[in-house]
C-alpha cells in the first residue's frame, strides 16, 4: 500500500492504520456484535421468532441454548436481543434479568439478584422472610400482578444453566417454569449451557414444566466456511472513512486467503479447534503487526501470531536458563509438594539439591554452596 493519500482520500496512512485496529479489535474482542451471527442463521431466526412471540404477544416460552464452549451461544442470544431492541414496542415493555451459575450458587442469592434486576427493591422494603420459600413467593406475586395485558414480558437469560440444576431442590428453576406456563405473566426463559445431558440433571417435577425446546450450536461448519469467516473478521466494512484504504486493505486480505502457506496455517488451527475464540485471539495477534511501515497484513505476520498462539508459556519462561537454576527449581517444587506451600529456607533446597544429585551423579556437576546461593540471590 502507497504512502501518499489516494484521490478519495481524507486521512493519512497512520490514521486508516489507526481506524482500521480499532473496528477490527472491537469486531475481535467482543466488544461490537455483529449484524447477524454467521454460520448459525436458522438458529438465530428460531430464537428471535420465540422470544419476539413473548415480548410482543405475551407468549410464555422455555429454550435451552446447547454447544460447546465458544461455538457462539452467548453471541446468538446477544444479537437477538440486540435485534429485539431495535422495535419499539419491544423496548418500551420487555424486562430483561440474567443469571449466571458461576455467580449465583444458590437460590438466595439469585432471587436477590432478580429482585435487583428487575428494580423490586422498593417493593420488598424491609421485610423480614421467615424462609427461602416466603421471599420466593412475594417476588412471584410480584410478577404475577395483572393479566397478560397488562403484565410487561420478563426475559431471564440463565448462563451456566447446569450449575443451577445443582441447587438444593432445583427451587428456582422449578418456579421459573411453573410461572412460563401459567396464565398470568408472559415469561421467558433462556438457558444457555455446554453440556448434552443438561436434561438428565434436572428433577422429575422441573422437566415436567420445561417446553424441551432446544437449539443446538455444534460447529459443523467445513474449512471453507472457516476460510470465509477468516476473511470476513479481517475485512474493513464499506462505510470507512477512507475507502481507497478500504478497498486496498480488502484486496489484500482476499490475497493473503489465496496464499498457500496461509491455508497451512488456518487448517492447522481448524483441526486443533473450530472455537472463534481461538480464531480471534489469531487475529488480534496478527493485527498487532500490522503498522505504518507494514500497513498490510502478510503471511509471515500469521505465522509469527500462529506461533505465540501456540507456544507453551511455561515451558517459554524456562527458556535459556542453566542446568543448575533448572535443577534448583526442580528442588524448590518438591519442597513446595512436601510441605504443602509452607515456607522453607535455602539449607532446605540446598539438602534438596545435593540427593539429587546423589541419583544423578554421573550427568551433573557437583556445584559448590556459595554457587549455588549466589544463582538463588539473582533473579531468574
Not at 478497498?247 to 472455537?275: A, G, T, Y
Not at 534438596?352 to 557437583?366: D, G, T, V
Request: proline share 3%; with cysteine.
Amino acid at each position: 500500500m502507497s504512502k501518499r493519500k489516494s484521490k478519495e482520500s481524507t486521512l493519512t496512512l497512520g490514521e486508516c492504520i489507526s481506524q482500521a485496529h480499532k473496528i477490527l479489535r472491537e469486531r475481535c474482542c467482543h466488544q461490537k456484535l455483529p449484524s447477524k451471527p454467521f454460520g448459525v442463521e436458522s438458529q438465530y431466526e428460531h430464537l428471535l421468532e420465540l422470544l419476539r412471540r413473548t415480548a410482543v404477544h405475551g407468549e410464555s416460552n422455555s429454550v435451552l441454548i446447547v454447544g460447546p464452549r465458544g461455538a457462539g451461544k452467548s453471541m446468538l442470544l446477544s444479537c437477538v436481543l440486540n435485534e429485539l431492541q431495535k422495535e419499539k414496542e419491544v423496548m418500551e415493555n420487555i424486562l430483561l434479568v440474567h443469571l449466571n451459575g458461576l455467580l449465583q450458587t444458590d437460590d438466595r442469592i439469585a432471587l436477590k439478584e432478580i429482585t435487583r434486576q428487575l428494580h423490586l427493591e422498593n417493593v420488598v422494603g424491609d421485610k423480614v422472610f421467615g424462609s427461602f420459600a416466603e421471599n420466593l413467593a412475594f417476588l412471584l406475586e410480584a410478577l404475577k400482578k395483572g393479566d397478560r395485558s397488562s403484565s410487561r414480558p420478563v426475559l431471564f437469560t440463565l448462563d451456566e444453566f447446569d450449575l443451577f440444576a445443582h441447587h438444593k431442590n432445583q427451587t428456582l428453576l422449578y418456579n421459573l417454569f411453573d410461572i412460563s406456563q401459567s396464565a398470568q405473566a408472559p415469561v421467558a426463559v433462556v438457558g444457555l449451557t455446554c453440556r448434552l445431558d443438561v436434561l438428565e440433571l434436572l428433577e422429575k417435577r422441573v422437566k415436567s414444566r420445561f417446553s424441551h425446546r432446544q437449539i443446538h450450536l455444534l460447529s459443523a461448519f467445513d474449512f471453507q466456511k472457516y476460510l470465509e469467516i477468516f476473511q470476513q473478521q479481517l475485512s474493513l466494512p464499506e462505510d470507512f472513512p477512507d475507502g481507497g484504504f478500504a478497498e486496498q486493505w480488502n484486496e489484500s486480505i482476499k490475497s493473503l486467503c489465496d496464499d498457500r502457506s496461509v491455508e497451512d496455517i488456518l487448517q492447522k488451527h481448524f483441526h486443533s479447534s473450530k472455537d472463534f475464540r481461538s480464531l480471534q485471539r489469531l487475529l488480534v495477534l496478527t493485527l498487532s503487526r500490522v503498522t505504518v511501515s507494514n500497513p498490510a497484513v502478510k503471511p509471515a505476520d500469521l505465522l509469527e501470531a500462529s506461533r505465540l498462539c501456540t507456544m507453551d508459556s511455561k515451558a517459554n519462561i524456562l527458556h535459556g536458563l542453566s542446568v543448575l537454576e533448572l535443577c534448583l527449581i526442580i528442588a524448590m517444587k518438591h519442597l513446595s509438594d512436601i510441605y504443602d506451600g509452607e515456607p522453607y529456607n535455602f539449607q532446605m533446597v540446598h539438602n534438596e539439591f545435593k540427593k539429587f544429585l546423589q541419583r544423578k551423579s554421573h550427568s551433573i556437576h557437583n556445584f559448590e554452596k556459595p554457587v549455588v546461593m549466589k544463582i538463588l540471590k539473582e533473579p531468574i
